[in-house]
């Protein structure tokens, strides 16, 4: 699900930022390492030095696949779009490569069920805005949302398994005005593009009140042969709303009233139905009968002090059936992305590129749970399963992928790519210093020649005998970048 078919040009234009920083180049080997140290690091509550730390008996010590200054300048010099990318489509035109890879590769590699659901998630950002040289072009300031401040973000997800199959970041209202179909009202904008590849297949979208309006089921259905149904709640220009409440009163639990009209040859649905506050739809799609009876859960204490779990029956008609069952996929998406893998918490990203990206990788990582658990069937758990894609990630052994990409005007920085893994632990721990009774040993770094606290355990002999047989390097807690540099000069 992660669209692979960016992985050129992150490699090439990382590569470039990485050469004019004096940084040895990147590679896909390297990047898609970068990512499974990303996934890994959302299992395990430490600091990021002891993440790191090649010391640490209980952590993941992940210098063993990449060092913290290596990790850290490469969160800095990610760059996610081409070189000719046109910077006046849009003001995020920094990561729409991305967003576009996105869409794309879900229309070629996933085809959606019947249901497709439409709303909205969020990715985090209270750091530099559009006030400042390089902050976030576009933020959304909302004290209704669980993040008030936020760069947000439309998305289409499959009603059945769950998986988001398209998405498009929120712009300013200038701009939103120019993108396609915006003539139509900015909300019907945004659910014809969402659900424009699927255009004509006669699919049901459900909608929230943000989108449910009269005007917006009949445009969908006219303009893209999609069928709609949605829950109205403050866009009820000609919709019969008041008509409904006034006879809520009259009206028991569980029943429902519905209205049809024609309208440009469309058939219109409008239903209220009455549970403790009456429910409002309007759709293009379905008939007024009634549908599964919904079973609430209760629990009763009897005289023992002991509770008992019963199920409360409670009527309601099939539009309200249908919404209910499957409108919360992109609520239940955006909670495992968010809250289960929490990448954008995790990945402390000092740059809102890197933050968008974070919230798209968890979204590929969350698709691909899904995947794996609806569609082929796996009893798993979402820890289990990211553990496992972080393994196959940071261990990664594709032929070829360990082949840095460059243009013809980018030269190979003398410092190579890192090749292998190289375990460092602490002068300590070898042979030599503990037949010595060493309590706290340092030596010269093999790379800078300052004081170290390390040595590699794969590049030294370490004889007891021989104080030389050991190479000794900086450690991550240096800050420096010996590991790294060690690691390509061998």
């Not at 403790?276 to 739809?281: G, I, Y």
């Not at 289960?340 to 979204?363: N, P, S």
């Not at 609806?374 to 594709?398: P, S, Y």
Request: proline share 4%.
């Amino acid at each position: 699900f992660f669209p692979f078919t960016t992985l050129d040009v992150i490699v090439r234009e990382t590569s470039k930022a990485l050469h004019a920083a004096k940084r040895s180049a990147t590679n896909k080997h390297e990047i898609l390492k970068l990512l499974g140290i990303m996934i890994l690091m959302t299992r395990y509550n430490m600091t990021m030095q002891d993440l790191f730390d090649a010391s640490s008996a209980w952590g993941p010590r992940l210098s063993r696949y990449m060092s913290l200054d290596r990790y850290r300048r490469l969160l800095r010099s990610l760059v996610f779009h081409p070189p000719d990318v046109d910077k006046g489509q849009t003001v995020f035109w920094e990561v729409q490569f991305l967003v576009d890879s996105f869409n794309q590769q879900r229309k070629e590699v996933y085809v959606p069920s019947d249901i497709i659901i439409v709303d909205e998630s969020t990715c985090q950002w209270s750091d530099k805005d559009a006030g400042y040289a390089d902050g976030c072009p576009h933020v959304t300031k909302s004290i209704q949302k669980p993040k008030s401040v936020c760069v947000e973000i439309k998305n289409a997800t499959d009603g059945r398994t769950r998986i988001c199959i398209q998405i498009e970041l929120v712009a300013s209202k200038e701009e939103m005005r120019t993108r396609p179909h915006s003539h139509v009202g900015a909300n019907a904008g945004v659910l014809t593009r969402l659900t424009d590849p699927w255009r004509g297949s006669g699919r049901l979208v459900l909608g929230d009140f943000a989108f449910a309006s009269v005007k917006n089921a009949l445009y969908l259905k006219q303009n893209s042969g999609l069928y709609f149904l949605g829950l109205v709640k403050t866009a009820h220009s000609l919709f019969p709303k008041q008509y409904f409440n006034d006879m809520a009163s009259s009206k028991a639990r569980g029943e429902h009233v519905t209205l049809t009209a024609q309208a440009d040859g469309v058939t219109l649905l409008a239903q209220a139905w009455f549970d403790n506050r009456p429910k409002h739809f309007i759709s293009t799609w379905g008939n007024s009968v009634s549908g599964e009876p919904h079973k609430k859960k209760r629990w009763q204490v009897d005289q023992s002090g002991k509770s008992k779990v019963y199920f409360k029956s409670v009527d309601r008609s099939h539009l309200a059936e249908v919404y209910f069952n499957h409108f919360h996929a992109i609520d239940a998406h955006n909670q495992m992305h968010r809250h289960l893998l929490h990448l954008e918490r995790v990945v402390r990203a000092q740059k809102w590129q890197v933050r968008i990206f974070t919230t798209i990788l968890g979204m590929c990582v969350t698709d691909a749970f899904y995947a794996w658990t609806k569609l082929a069937g796996h009893n798993d758990t979402m820890t289990r399963f990211a553990l496992k894609l972080a393994e196959e990630l940071v261990e990664n052994k594709w032929q070829g992928w360990n082949v840095p990409i460059f243009d013809e005007e980018v030269q190979p920085s003398p410092q190579k790519c890192v090749q292998g893994c190289h375990t460092i632990l602490p002068l300590a721990s070898s042979r030599y210093y503990q037949a010595n009774s060493t309590p706290r040993p340092k030596r010269s770094c093999v790379v800078c020649s300052k004081r170290c606290y390390f040595y590699c355990a794969d590049c030294s002999l370490d004889d007891p005998q021989e104080r030389s047989s050991i190479v000794a390097v900086c450690g991550t807690r240096s800050q420096r970048d010996c590991i790294s540099l060690h690691a390509t000069s061998q």
